[in-house]
């Protein structure tokens, strides 16, 4: 019996401490990494904009992007970066292109078949809640008016947000849409979607915002307004 009791107990402490290593790899360790991988991502892109390449180029205003361009030549590219002034002043993520879990790890990323950055259509992009460098941690403190800047080297994109953060289940694939019904918008434009998980430690269910494009300027020109302290 003295045998028994005791491997139990060992087993007992054996499984407790794999529990607290898993969870320390979830809280702490898949952060130190992503946070790494993202920096990573984000310099990799300031030296190609360095050297006056655009690998992913964003539509400006009137400008067309050929819907026939496969998006698996782009897959899991990073293409911009995206600054949100709300969750932080030093807060700024790279945005890759595709939303496979592997992609999920290094940045944002950018629903494939949405509109590309500052393209007419719906520009959409997704993030992790918590794990990966909790980029969307604090989602839901996101406030109409809000600023979301981003920018792909060669302009700066500025997106005011218009609705959110809305509730809604992952099967509600329509917020994705050119023109989002459930936004409020009746007629096509240059919009922003961001979707994240909710809840805070579960995806049951996505908190969406949605934005218009509301300015544009040359990064010659300096930091659009939005991002001055």
Known sequence: MRVIVRSVSELCITAGALIVL????????????????????????????????????AAGPGASVSPAEPEAYHYGKPFAIMYIPRLGFTWNKPVLEGTGTDVLKKGLAHYARTARLGQEGNFAVAGHRRTYGDPFKDFPELRRGDAVVLTNGTTWFTYRIDKGPYKTVPTDVEVIDPVPRKSGYTRPGRYLTLTTCDPEWGHSHR?????????????????????RR
């Open 207 to 227: 908190l969406i915002v949605w934005a218009h494009l509301d300015s544009t300027q040359p990064v010659e020109a300096g930091k659009p307004k939005a991002l």
């Open 22 to 57: 898993f969870v320390v790899y979830v809280l702490f360790w898949t952060g130190v990494k992503a946070d790494s991988v993202m920096d990573d991502q984000i310099d990799q892109l300031q030296r190609e904009w360095s050297k006056g390449a655009v690998e992913h180029p």
